[in-house]
């Protein structure tokens, strides 16, 4: 009975896998206006596997394992298939396509540093793979957006060789940046947390699906001018 309430997690874990495979199917097959809700669906489902973990008091060295590798597919995998995708449908051909998985690769080194890096408890140290992938079904929500002509933006070669690279850059760096853990949720304690999360809905209220992808850059402003904030500080002790 212990061992079958210790795989309830993981079939969340696996859950996640599945969406971000089927993700995949509908990247490569044109189908991009799905994938941001499959995607949504498959953060739900990851969000899920930890609540339920501690719900249970249960958690395991393989379900911690399959975790990372499932975010490897659904967070890791995905952006860097839309990063290719939007090349591709920006009319850029030969090498070009292919920097939008520079994104997978420092998806698969953030997680792996991760997974040894006892220092990530209550925050992150670099953006989290699933923040960055929100950021690019952000852009894809921008760019079925018939209000505005995102496409001449979204889908230009340094715009999207940019994107790749900075947050390939971000995943792996050094900066601190909040995870939705509350300690307390004192107004004092968490004043940077609430604000932002009120920012981001704000602009998801205002903007749909276009705001997602503009919460994850106030999101990540937010940290790095905390960071510098910080470390200006320290310097002048």
């Not at 899920?48 to 395991?60: C, H, I, P, Q, Y």
């Not at 998985?101 to 953006?127: C, H, M, P, W, Y």
């Not at 903007?207 to 960071?227: D, E, Q």
């Given at each position: 009975m212990r061992h079958i309430i210790a795989a309830i997690p993981s079939l969340?874990?696996?859950?996640?896998?599945?969406?971000?495979?089927?993700?995949?199917?509908?990247?490569?097959?044109?189908?991009?206006?799905y994938v941001p809700w499959i995607v949504i669906a498959a953060a739900f489902a990851d969000f899920l596997d930890g609540f339920v973990a501690r719900l249970l008091k249960t958690s395991s060295e393989i379900g911690k394992q399959l975790d990372s590798l499932a975010d490897m597919v659904s967070f890791g995998l995905v952006p860097g298939a839309i990063l290719f995708n939007f090349f591709r449908l920006g009319g850029h051909s030969g090498f070009w396509p292919y920097i939008g998985?520079?994104?997978?690769?420092?998806?698969?080194?953030?997680?792996?540093?991760?997974?040894?890096?006892?220092?990530?408890?209550?925050?992150?140290?670099?953006l989290a793979t699933p923040a960055?992938?929100?950021?690019?079904?952000?852009?894809?929500?921008?760019?079925?957006d018939p209000t505005f002509a995102w496409d001449k933006i979204l889908l230009n070669r340094y715009f999207l060789m940019t994107s790749s690279l900075i947050f390939s850059f971000l995943l792996v760096s050094e900066i601190p940046m909040f995870a939705n853990k509350f300690k307390s949720f004192k107004v004092h304690d968490n004043r940077l947390r609430y604000s932002i999360i009120l920012i981001g809905l704000l602009l998801i209220f205002f903007f749909k699906g276009s705001g997602l992808a503009l919460s994850i850059l106030v999101y990540i402003v937010a940290n790095v001018i905390a960071f510098l904030a910080r470390g200006t500080k320290i310097e002048r002790a």
């Amino acid at each position: 009975m212990r061992h079958i309430i210790a795989a309830i997690p993981s079939l969340f874990t696996l859950l996640n896998l599945f969406l971000g495979c089927a993700a995949l199917v509908q990247i490569f097959t044109g189908k991009l206006e799905y994938v941001p809700w499959i995607v949504i669906a498959a953060a739900f489902a990851d969000f899920l596997d930890g609540f339920v973990a501690r719900l249970l008091k249960t958690s395991s060295e393989i379900g911690k394992q399959l975790d990372s590798l499932a975010d490897m597919v659904s967070f890791g995998l995905v952006p860097g298939a839309i990063l290719f995708n939007f090349f591709r449908l920006g009319g850029h051909s030969g090498f070009w396509p292919y920097i939008g998985f520079s994104v997978t690769l420092f998806s698969a080194l953030r997680l792996a540093k991760f997974n040894l890096d006892t220092r990530q408890t209550n925050d992150f140290i670099g953006l989290a793979t699933p923040a960055c992938t929100m950021f690019f079904i952000g852009l894809v929500f921008m760019l079925s957006d018939p209000t505005f002509a995102w496409d001449k933006i979204l889908l230009n070669r340094y715009f999207l060789m940019t994107s790749s690279l900075i947050f390939s850059f971000l995943l792996v760096s050094e900066i601190p940046m909040f995870a939705n853990k509350f300690k307390s949720f004192k107004v004092h304690d968490n004043r940077l947390r609430y604000s932002i999360i009120l920012i981001g809905l704000l602009l998801i209220f205002f903007f749909k699906g276009s705001g997602l992808a503009l919460s994850i850059l106030v999101y990540i402003v937010a940290n790095v001018i905390a960071f510098l904030a910080r470390g200006t500080k320290i310097e002048r002790a």
